[in-house]
T-cell receptor, first 111, second 111 residues
Framework: KAGVTQTPRYLIKTRGQQVTLSCSPISGHRSVSWYQQTPGQGLQFLFEYFSETQRNKGNFPGRFSGRQFSNSRSEMNVSTLELGDSALYLC??????????FGPGTRLTVT | GENVEQHPSTLSVQEGDSAVIKCTYS??????FPWYKQELGKGPQLIID?????GEKKDQRIAVTLNKTAKHFSLHITETQPEDSAVYFCAASMAGNQFYFGTGTSLTVIP
C-alpha cells in the first residue's frame, strides 16, 4: 500500500498570506490528523477528521482550519500567516482509533 | 488534558549496547501507547505500540513495557546499531481521542 502523501513538501510564504496544505491518507483509512512540529514545542495536535467530520480539535487559534473530502483526502488552511507559524506540518492517517501513520510533512517557512 | 513527559532528551550509546527511553503520563484513562522513530527530513515512523491490557511487547530488538499503576512506559532497544540513531517520540492516547506526544529523545549510536 502507498503511504501517506503530503503536498507540497516545501513552501515559503510571506507574513499575512494564507496557505493550504494537502494530505492523502493510506487507502482505506478514514481518519486524518494534523500536527505542527517545531523545535521548541514538539509535536502539537491541530485537529482530526473522521468521515468528513472534525472529531477532535487541539488548542490552536481559528486561523488554523481543516476539512476532509469524501475520498478521505484532507486539507488544512492557515490564514493571516505569522512568523511563528513556520514549522513542519505533519499529517497522519489511521484505520482504527489506534495506529497512526505519518506522512513526510510539509515544511512551511513564513518570512 | 493528558501530559506526557519523556526522558532523557539526548542519549548516546556504543554500538551493541542497549538504550532505554522512559515516558510518564498523567491520565489514567489513556489506553494506547505508541513509539515513533523520526529520521532527519522524514515523518515519524511507528515502530512499536502497546495497549493497556498488556504489560510488555517485543519485536525483534525493540521492546516496550507498560506499568499502569505507576503510569509509565519505556522503550528498550537492544544490540543498538548506527541506523538506530534518530529522534524517538512516545505518545499516549485514549481510543478515539487525540494523541499526546512526549518531547522526544535524540539517540546517537556511536560505531
Amino acid at each position: 500500500k502507498a503511504g501517506v502523501t503530503q503536498t507540497p513538501r516545501y513552501l515559503i510564504k510571506t507574513r499575512g498570506q494564507q496557505v493550504t496544505l494537502s494530505c492523502s491518507p493510506i487507502s482505506g483509512h478514514r481518519s486524518v490528523s494534523w500536527y505542527q512540529q517545531t523545535p521548541g514545542q514538539g509535536l502539537q495536535f491541530l485537529f482530526e477528521y473522521f468521515s468528513e467530520t472534525q472529531r477532535n480539535k487541539g488548542n490552536f487559534p481559528g486561523r488554523f482550519s481543516g476539512r476532509q473530502f469524501s475520498n478521505s483526502r484532507s486539507e488544512m488552511n492557515v490564514s493571516t500567516l505569522e512568523l511563528g507559524d513556520s514549522a513542519l506540518y505533519l499529517c497522519a492517517s489511521s484505520f482504527s482509533s489506534y495506529e497512526q501513520y505519518f506522512g513526510p510533512g510539509t515544511r512551511l517557512t513564513v518570512t | 488534558g493528558e501530559n506526557v513527559e519523556q526522558h532523557p532528551s539526548t542519549l548516546s550509546v556504543q554500538e551493541g549496547d542497549s538504550a532505554v527511553i522512559k515516558c510518564t503520563y498523567s491520565d489514567s484513562a489513556s489506553n494506547y501507547f505508541p513509539w515513533y522513530k523520526q529520521e532527519l527530513g522524514k515523518g515519524p515512523q511507528l515502530i512499536i505500540d502497546i495497549r493497556s491490557n498488556v504489560g510488555e511487547k517485543k519485536d525483534q530488538r525493540i521492546a516496550v513495557t507498560l506499568n499502569k499503576t505507576a503510569k509509565h512506559f519505556s522503550l528498550h532497544i537492544t544490540e543498538t546499531q548506527p541506523e538506530d540513531s534518530a529522534v524517538y517520540f512516545c505518545a499516549a492516547s485514549m481510543a478515539g481521542n487525540q494523541f499526546y506526544f512526549g518531547t522526544g529523545t535524540s539517540l546517537t549510536v556511536i560505531p
